[in-house]
C-alpha cells in the first residue's frame, strides 16, 4: 500500500474511530431490546412475573452506570425505576414505559426501545460531567392508562421544580405505517421557547417537529405537562405489528434507532447547558413547519400505499387543500387522526366513527363522510352497528 494511501487510511480509521466514541452503541441497544423482549418476560405486562424481571434488570444495569437506584412499588405488584446520576441538584428527567403488552407479545418497539435508548443516554451523559444531573425514570404499567408516569409525576423521589425538562420516549426503531422513509416524530416544543430553540438548532430533515395536542394524551409525558414541567417526547410511531405478536425485536432497525439516539442525545445536552432553566408556557406557540410536515407525510403516504382504501384517498386528498387555505387546530387534528386511523387498525373504527365522519358531515362533504362509514364497517364485528353504519351511509347519499 503506498504511503500516502496508509495515511488517509490512517486518518479515515481515526475519523470513524471519533465518530463512535461520540454515538450511541447499536449493540448495546439490540442487546437491551433483545432481552426485555424475549419470550421469558411474557411481554412485561404491568403487574406479572416478566415486568418485575424487567425492573431487576433496569436496576442492575443503572448500578453498573454507577447511578443511585431505587425502586418505587404502587401497588398491585408494580414499580417505577428511578436512577440518578450527578451531584447536581437540578436534573434533566428522561423516562420511558419498560412494560408491555402481555403474553405473546413481545413489545420491542413498544417500549423496550425506548428503554434502551433511556438506559444508553443515562451511560453516555453521565459520562459528560453535565452542569445538571440525570435522573432516569423506567415506568411501569404505562399501557393500562400511564399509571406509572402519573404516580411518578405525583410521587417524585426528586422535587419536579427542579427539573429542568422531562424528555420521554415510546415507541421507537420502527417506521411510521412500514413507509419506507424514516420519521422522528417530536413533541411538546410548543411550550418552551428555549427548547423550541434547541430542537430546531439540531433538527434534520428526518424530524417532524408537532404540537403534541395532533396525538393526544397518548404517553408518559403527559403527567408531566399537567404539571408544567417543560417536555419534549420522541417517538417513530405506529406499525402494522404495534400492539401485536410481530412486534418483536428482530424487526427494530439498530442502526436508525442508535443515530436518532444521538440526535436525541445532543438535544438533551443542550438543554442541559442552557444559561437558564425552560420555562413553561402559558400559550402554546406551536412549530411553523408543523403544516407543511403535515402535508408531506399525507403525500408520502398517498405515493406508497397505492392500496390505500377509498375513505382515506378522498379524505387526504382534501386534507391537502383544506391544509393550505385553513390554519386551525382544529384541521390540522382531523389530518392526524386520519392518518393515525390509518396506522392503527385497533383504533381505526372508533376515529372514523366518532371524529373522522362526524367531521365530514359538519363539512356537508356526504361522499366523504360516506366514504368513511364505509370504510368503518370492516373494523366492526357487531351486527347492530354494522347496520347503524348502513343506514348513516344511506341516509348520506340519499339526500
Ligand atoms: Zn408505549
Known amino acids: 500500500m503506498p504511503r500516502i494511501r496508509k495515511i488517509s487510511v490512517l486518518i479515515a480509521s481515526l475519523l470513524v474511530g471519533l465518530l463512535t466514541i461520540s454515538a450511541i452503541s447499536v449493540d448495546r441497544l439490540k442487546s437491551h431490546v433483545t432481552w426485555l423482549s424475549d419470550p421469558a418476560r411474557e411481554g412485561r405486562h404491568g403487574g406479572t412475573a416478566g415486568a418485575a424481571a424487567a425492573a431487576d434488570y433496569l436496576v442492575d444495569k443503572f448500578k453498573e452506570l454507577g447511578f443511585d437506584v431505587q425502586k418505587q412499588e404502587f401497588g398491585g405488584n408494580r414499580r417505577n425505576v428511578v436512577a440518578k446520576g450527578g451531584t447536581a441538584e ?59 408516569s402519573r404516580y411518578y409525576s405525583d410521587h417524585p423521589l426528586y422535587p419536579l421544580d427542579r427539573a429542568q425538562a422531562a424528555i420521554i420516549f415510546d415507541t421507537m426503531g420502527r417506521t411510521f405505517m412500514d413507509l419506507p422513509t424514516w420519521t422522528m416524530f417530536v413533541l411538546g416544543t410548543e411550550y418552551s421557547s ?34 408544567h414541567i417543560p417536555y419534549l417526547f420522541f417517538t417513530h410511531a405506529t406499525h402494522k405489528d404495534y400492539h401485536g405478536p410481530g412486534d418483536t425485536a428482530d424487526r427494530v432497525n439498530y442502526g436508525k434507532l442508535a443515530q436518532d439516539a444521538t440526535v436525541i442525545e445532543q438535544i438533551v445536552e443542550d438543554i442541559a447547558r442552557l444559561r437558564a432553566p425552560p420555562k413553561f408556557l402559558d400559550q402554546p406557540v406551536y412549530p411553523a413547519s408543523e403544516t407543511a410536515a403535515l402535508r408531506r407525510e399525507l403525500d408520502l403516504v398517498q ?8 375513505a382515506y384517498r378522498m ?85
Not at 125 to 135: F, G, Q, T
Not at 203 to 224: N, W
Request: aromatic letters at 6%; hydrophobic letters at 40%.
Open 90 to 148: 437540578r436534573y434533566i428527567l428522561i423516562g420511558a414505559h419498560y412494560d408491555g403488552q402481555g403474553n405473546g407479545m413481545p413489545s420491542a418497539s413498544d417500549n423496550a426501545a425506548g428503554v434502551a435508548v433511556m438506559l444508553e443516554l443515562a451511560r453516555d451523559l453521565k459520562a459528560k460531567e453535565l452542569p445538571v444531573s440525570i435522573v432516569a425514570v423506567a415506568f411501569d404499567d404505562e399501557e393500562q392508562g400511564l399509571n406509572g
Open 194 to 227: 428555549e427548547i423550541a430553540g434547541v430542537v430546531q438548532k439540531r433538527s434534520g430533515a428526518e424530524m417532524l417537529v408537532a404540537g403534541t395536542d395532533l396525538i393526544g394524551p397518548r404517553s408518559d409525558f403527559a403527567p408531566f405537562a399537567l404539571k
Open 303 to 310: 405515493k406508497e400505499r397505492t392500496d390505500l382504501p377509498a
Open 315 to 399: 379524505m387526504f386528498e382534501d386534507f391537502k387543500s383544506r391544509l393550505q387555505k385553513d390554519d386551525s387546530r382544529e384541521v390540522r387534528r382531523v389530518a392526524t387522526s386520519a392518518l393515525l386511523a390509518l396506522a392503527t387498525p385497533r383504533v381505526s373504527s372508533f376515529m372514523l366513527v366518532f371524529i373522522l365522519g362526524p367531521y365530514y358531515e359538519r363539512e356537508d362533504q356526504r361522499e366523504i363522510a360516506a366514504a368513511i362509514y364505509e370504510e368503518a364497517i370492516k373494523f366492526t364485528p357487531d351486527a347492530s352497528s354494522r347496520r347503524e353504519l348502513d343506514e348513516k351511509i344511506k341516509t348520506l347519499r340519499t339526500r
